[in-house]
Nanobody, 129 residues
């Protein structure tokens, strides 16, 4: 079991930026597929961005491409999500997730919530118009 702790959420106006962090409690962090999900009230949890073990490949939801950047620092066991040009509809609880299985298998990204065994408690992002 990997403990994940998110931070960096808050309230911003539309067009603003936030940087989320997720600290992991395992020394094998570099072997984990990690990523970010978000969930707004009354909506399903959706994948936002994911990154492979070495950081060489990333996946983004279409709605955030060009505005969000995912990165990881394996030396610090930390995952980041830089969010720019935020929109009110992106108000949600943001969760980081980690799993020991590869992010990509046979060229396909596996980013559905059910495949991730480890979750943080979430950090709230509120974007006002």
């Amino acid at each position: 079991q990997v403990q994940l702790v998110e931070s960096g959420g808050g309230s911003v106006q539309a067009g603003g930026s936030l940087r989320l962090s997720c600290a992991a409690s395992t020394y094998t962090y570099s072997t984990y597929c990690v990523g970010w999900f978000r969930q707004a009230p009354g909506k399903e949890r959706e994948g936002v961005a994911f990154i492979t073990t070495g950081g060489g490949s990333t996946w983004y939801a279409g709605s955030v491409k060009g505005r969000f950047t995912i990165s990881r620092d394996n030396a610090k066991n930390t995952l980041y999500l830089q969010m720019n040009s935020l929109k009110p509809e992106e108000t949600a609880m943001y969760y980081c997730a980690a799993d020991g299985a590869p992010c990509v298998n046979y060229g396909l990204w596996y980013v559905h919530p059910g495949r991730f065994a480890n979750w943080g408690q979430g950090t709230q992002v509120t974007v006002s118009s």
